[in-house]
């Protein structure tokens, strides 16, 4: 059974930092792409960050582009997403997904999700 959780959620001022961690578990972690999502009240769910799998290649969106650092360590079946200089618009919940490949991530595994909010 596949389970990712996700940890690392609160409140934080404007400009401040947070560190955002899922656990994976019941999947090939290492072969496996993670990706970030977050999603406002009454908005669809965005993309926000993205690591490949063997290459560790990372992809953004625009808006956190700079901003967020997305990283994993296979050793620990664990993805990071580094959030610094947050803006008011950062607030949502976060979810993390898992798919064989970064294309698929839409149509993969996800977690619970974690509430960001940031204060301005």
């Known amino acids: 059974q596949v389970q990712l959780v996700e940890s690392g959620g609160g409140l934080v001022q404007a400009g401040g930092s947070l560190r955002l961690s899922c656990a994976a578990s019941?999947?090939?972690?290492?072969?496996?792409?993670m990706g970030w999502f977050r999603q406002v009240p009454g908005k669809e769910r965005e993309f926000a960050a993205a690591?490949?799998?063997?290459?560790?290649?990372?992809y953004y969106a625009e808006s956190v582009k700079g901003r967020f650092a997305i990283s994993r360590d296979n050793t620990k079946n664990t993805v990071y997403l580094q959030m610094n200089s947050l803006k008011p618009e950062d607030k949502a919940v976060y979810y993390c997904?898992?798919?064989?490949?970064?294309?698929?991530?839409?149509?993969?595994?996800w977690g619970q999700g974690t509430q960001v909010t940031v204060s301005s």
């Open positions: 019941g999947l090939p972690f290492s072969s496996y792409a």
């Open positions: 997904a898992a798919a064989p490949s970064i294309p698929g991530l839409n149509q993969g595994y």
């Open positions: 690591i490949s799998a063997r290459t560790g290649n990372t």
